[in-house]
């Protein structure tokens, strides 16, 4: 016969086993912590190297046969791939706190000109393909290289400035693929950017030798892109942010064109999408970290909180 003592012993140490397993998945444990490191693969489309970092959340190795979410970061204006280094003890605590379950994270370079490719495939002369190398080629190396979930509702993609005018085009064009968008003081404008815009300078949305092409920023701008979404009826949680402080147009005539304005003309425009769950946090700060690291904090949340309630 067995005691009740022993029984109670027992299962008290079965029960602190198991925490302690899923406290070393989570990075848990003091001081533990996911990893990142570089990787890159050859690019078809942009004929050369596609360069990436890569988050894995502590315990990953041992995780077994265990699969994750895959969230894609994209970079803004000028920027590259190292700007995301700085949120990878933010996804340490995150995990730890039981916020959000463990990831893997792609923190991708845009290889365009000057940095200002805006994610998009550029007709211009000196243009890359970089929306085909993302979309296509990248997650489909991300998926043969790691344990993910390889479905829509597996991923969620987000960004910051250019990279939310990145992230917002990628979860409305192609929604087979993502299940949420993050989108952080995006470089978005209806129906054309002010003339002091990057997305004027650097042929993005040029054709050969012209640098800005009115017409085909507005095909790939989201009003002309809502209906083809709407036609797809695949659900996409989006959620925007944008500092209150964020740099006021000198011209008043264009103050429509501040971000925080547009962002708000965005909110707006997708809340009334079938299928898309929308959410708009207006933070302390400007253009920067101070509103883009609690941002995507709170947008992760909201992400996997809208991921786990999808039934697609």
């Known amino acids: 016969m067995i005691r009740a003592p022993v029984?109670?012993?027992?299962?008290?140490?079965?029960?602190?086993?198991?925490?302690?397993?899923?406290?070393?998945?989570?990075?848990?444990?003091?001081?533990?912590?996911?990893?990142?490191?570089?990787?890159?693969?050859?690019?078809?489309?942009?004929?050369?190297?596609?360069?990436?970092?890569?988050?894995?959340?502590?315990?990953?190795?041992?995780?077994?046969?265990?699969?994750?979410?895959?969230?894609?970061?994209?970079?803004?204006?000028?920027?590259?791939?190292?700007?995301?280094?700085?949120?990878?003890?933010?996804?340490?605590?995150?995990?730890?706190?039981?916020?959000?379950?463990?990831?893997?994270?792609?923190?991708?370079?845009?290889?365009?000109?000057?940095?200002?490719?805006?994610?998009?495939?550029?007709?211009?002369?000196?243009?890359?393909?970089?929306?085909?190398a993302f979309t296509q080629e990248l997650i489909a190396h991300v998926d043969a290289s790691y344990r993910t979930q390889a479905h829509r509702r597996g991923r969620i993609v987000a960004g910051y400035s250019m990279g939310g005018y990145g992230a917002l085009r990628f979860g409305l064009v192609h929604p087979e693929l993502f299940g949420a968008a993050i989108v952080l003081s995006p470089a978005v404008y209806v129906p054309l950017p002010p003339r002091a815009s990057s997305a004027r300078e650097f042929g993005a949305f040029g054709r050969g030798s012209v640098r800005f092409d009115e017409a085909i920023y507005r095909e790939k701008n989201y009003p002309a892109v809502l209906p083809a979404f709407e036609v797809a009826r695949l659900p996409l949680a989006m959620f925007i942010a944008v500092g209150d402080q964020e740099q006021a147009l000198p011209n008043p005539a264009e103050a429509s064109h501040d971000l925080d304005y547009e962002a708000h003309t965005l909110y707006n425009r997708v809340r009334r999408v079938p299928g898309i769950t929308a959410r708009l946090r207006v933070l302390d700060g400007g253009h920067g970290w101070e509103v883009w690291r609690p941002a995507l904090t709170e947008g992760l949340v909201f992400a996997f909180a809208q991921l786990g309630a999808a039934r697609d």
């Open 7 to 132: 029984i109670l012993l027992q299962v008290t140490i079965w029960l602190a086993t198991a925490a302690h397993c899923v406290a070393q998945l989570r990075g848990g444990e003091s001081g533990a912590a996911g990893s990142l490191h570089s990787a890159s693969f050859q690019s078809i489309a942009l004929a050369g190297e596609l360069r990436h970092l890569v988050y894995l959340p502590n315990g990953y190795a041992s995780s077994g046969a265990g699969r994750f979410t895959a969230v894609y970061l994209l970079h803004g204006r000028g920027g590259s791939m190292e700007a995301w280094r700085q949120i990878h003890t933010e996804l340490d605590r995150m995990i730890a706190a039981g916020k959000i379950p463990p990831i893997i994270a792609i923190m991708p370079d845009a290889p365009s000109i000057q940095r200002a490719g805006y994610y998009v495939d550029s007709q211009f002369a000196d243009g890359a393909r970089v929306e085909t």
